[in-house]
């Protein structure tokens, strides 16, 4: 139930677009959010990477027009974790991790 009234909210407010929009302001920040899309009654895990003000998926198919949404499907997003940038292999550093949709929607957050 919960899950459905996260979904609801995200939906709103574009979550995605607007963690892109801070991402653009905090260019030494990488964040990670992880969950699933329900297809045909079934989980899919679900990974999008943010950084510099730009989504990628490293598990499906995203929508690059800024005029659509990122992804379709009916998607939950479970964890957030938020990364000293850039990456480097085997010295990842953690700096937030959080399970609040709306966390990191506060650019203070991002520090």
């Given at each position: 139930?919960?899950?459905?009234?996260?979904?609801?909210?995200?939906?709103?407010?574009?979550?995605i677009?607007?963690?892109?929009?801070?991402s653009?302001?905090?260019?030494?920040?990488?964040?990670?959010?992880?969950?699933?899309?329900?297809?045909?009654?079934?989980?899919?895990?679900?990974?999008?990477?943010?950084?510099?003000?730009?989504?990628?998926?490293?598990t499906?198919?995203?929508?690059?027009?800024?005029?659509k949404e990122v992804i379709?499907?009916?998607?939950?997003?479970?964890?957030?974790?938020?990364?000293r940038?850039p990456?480097?292999?085997?010295?990842?550093?953690?700096?937030?991790?959080?399970?609040n949709?709306l966390?990191?929607?506060?650019?203070?957050?991002?520090?």
């Open positions: 139930m919960a899950e459905i009234r996260v979904f609801l909210i995200m939906a709103e407010i574009d979550l677009r607007n963690l892109e929009k801070i653009s302001m905090v260019p030494n920040r990488l964040l990670k959010l992880q969950g699933y899309l329900l297809r045909k009654n079934s989980k899919e895990f679900l990974e999008i990477i943010i950084y510099k003000g730009f989504s990628s998926s490293t499906h198919q995203i929508e690059i027009d800024s005029e379709e499907l009916d998607h939950f997003f479970t964890k957030f974790t938020l990364y940038a990456l480097i292999k085997g010295a990842e550093v953690i700096i937030r991790e959080n399970a949709s966390f990191f929607l506060k650019q203070r957050n991002w520090t």
